[in-house]
């Protein structure tokens, strides 16, 4: 069995600009805290993370204490956002090859994040991982394998920053998830 332990960032500092360097805030770093904790009570073989500065924040103090590097995977970055509008949720989770102008396709980053994670599963057989992700992405992942990880999913985790899960593998299939942290801070 491989186990995979999801970790979504903490509470990211919303007035930084540029997405993809947008650091977490004072609390978002104390909850980065709570989750080496948390982590530290597995015995984790890797650890992989999205390439976004919040992720790699949020996971750096329990890889510095295991003394292991951050591989950082490209296929497991945010998804683009493009034009705003509430309306878009909707319509983006009722159709996975929607998108707003300028943005991305949940059905696209479901793909690159499955690619990714087969890749992850494959190199690492019966070893715990953890991996630093976003929101949309962990539930498109969790979504690929079962239809009820759907936008409700993903509105009850709207606010949880930092968000833990681990779901468990047998080979290729998804046979269980569990949640082991939830902490709402919102943005």
Known sequence: MTRLIFVRHAQP????????????????????KEVTLLLSMFHVDSIYSSPYKRNIDMIANFAHKLNKEIRICEKLKERKIGEKSSEFLQMRWDDFNFCEEGGETLGNIQQRNIQEL???VNRHPNECIVIGTHGTALTTILNYYD?????????QIWHSMP???QVDFKGKSMVRTKELLRIDRGY
């Open 13 to 32: 500092n919303m007035s930084w600009e540029d997405d993809r360097t947008r650091p977490l805030t004072g609390l978002g770093y104390d909850d980065s």
């Open 147 to 155: 239809s009820s990880f759907n936008i409700n999913y993903f509105k």
């Open 163 to 165: 968000y833990v899960i």
């Open 118 to 120: 087969f890749e992850i």
